[in-house]
C-alpha cells in the first residue's frame, strides 16, 4: 500500500478562529490542495470604504502578461498602490497574517467589479512555467467578498466540485505552492456570472519572493 503524505502547507493555523485585530473563523473546505472559507475578514466599514475609494477608477480587467483584455475576464478593477493610506496598511497587515506570508511578498490589493452577466472564466493564478513573471511566481491567494450579490456570482473550482458564494465580509483562501503540480492544478478557479445585483471582490495576490 502506498502511504499517503501530506505536502506542507502555508496556511498553518490550527482551531477555527484567528485572533488579529478581529476575530476572523475559518473553515477548511478541502485539504489537499488546501481551501478554506473565512468569515469576518473585512468588516462592513471597510468594504464600504474599499468599494468608495475604488469605484471611480475601476478599468476593464487586464488578463496575462501582454495585460490585454480578453472574454475570459469581463469585469473591472484596479489594483491598489502598498501601503497606499491607512485602511490599506491596516488590511493588508491582516490579511499577511492570514495568509501566514510577510507583507513584502504581496501584490497590490485589487479590487474587482463584476456586473450581472459579468465573469471570470476559469483560470489558475500562477503564472505559466514560461512566463518571465513565473521566476517570482504567485503562491497563493485570498478573495474576499465586499458586498451582498443578489444573485450568482460564486467563486467555483471545477477540478475540486467545490464553490463558494460571496457573503459581504467573508473570503476564500487556496495555496497552490505545492510540489506535486497536479495539486496546484486542482486549484483551477473561475467567478460565475453574476445574475442579478453587483460584485465586489478584493483579491490578494501572494508571491514566492519579496517584490516590495
Ligand atoms: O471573483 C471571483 O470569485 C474570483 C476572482 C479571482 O479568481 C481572482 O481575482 O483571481
Ligand atoms: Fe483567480
Known amino acids: 500500500m502506498k502511504a499517503v ?4 502547507t502555508l496556511f ?8 488579529l485585530d478581529r476575530d476572523v473563523n475559518f473553515e477548511i473546505i478541502c485539504e489537499e490542495p488546501l481551501v478554506v472559507v473565512l468569515k469576518n475578514v473585512v468588516s462592513d466599514e471597510e468594504c464600504t470604504a474599499l468599494i468608495n475609494l475604488s469605484k471611480d477608477k475601476l478599468k476593464r480587467s487586464k488578463i496575462g502578461d501582454a495585460r490585454q483584455t480578453d472574454e475570459q475576464r469581463t469585469s473591472s478593477s484596479m489594483f491598489f498602490e502598498e501601503n497606499e493610506n491607512d485602511l490599506i496598511i491596516t488590511i493588508e497587515n491582516r490579511i499577511s497574517n492570514i495568509m501566514n506570508i510577510p507583507i513584502a511578498h504581496a501584490e497590490g490589493l485589487q479590487i474587482l467589479k ?5 465573469e471570470y472564466k476559469a483560470h489558475y493564478d500562477f503564472f505559466n512555467e514560461n512566463s518571465k513573471a513565473a ?4 503562491i497563493s491567494t485570498m ?38 503540480q497536479n ?7 473561475g467567478g460565475a ?10 483579491t490578494q495576490w501572494m508571491r514566492k519572493q519579496r517584490i516590495r
Open 135 to 138: 521566476s517570482n511566481n504567485r
Open 5 to 8: 503524505v501530506k505536502e506542507q
Open 114 to 118: 463584476y456586473s450581472p452577466g459579468q
Open 143 to 180: 478573495v474576499m467578498y465586499l458586498n451582498e450579490v443578489t444573485a450568482g456570482g460564486d467563486t467555483y473550482f471545477p477540478s475540486l466540485d467545490i464553490s463558494v458564494s460571496p457573503e459581504k465580509g467573508s473570503a476564500v483562501y487556496f495555496e497552490y505552492f505545492y510540489n506535486d
Open 193 to 202: 456570472p453574476v445574475i442579478e445585483g453587483e460584485k465586489w471582490v478584493a
Open 183 to 189: 495539486l496546484n492544478n486542482l486549484t483551477l478557479h
Open 12 to 19: 498553518d493555523h490550527e482551531g477555527d478562529t484567528l485572533s
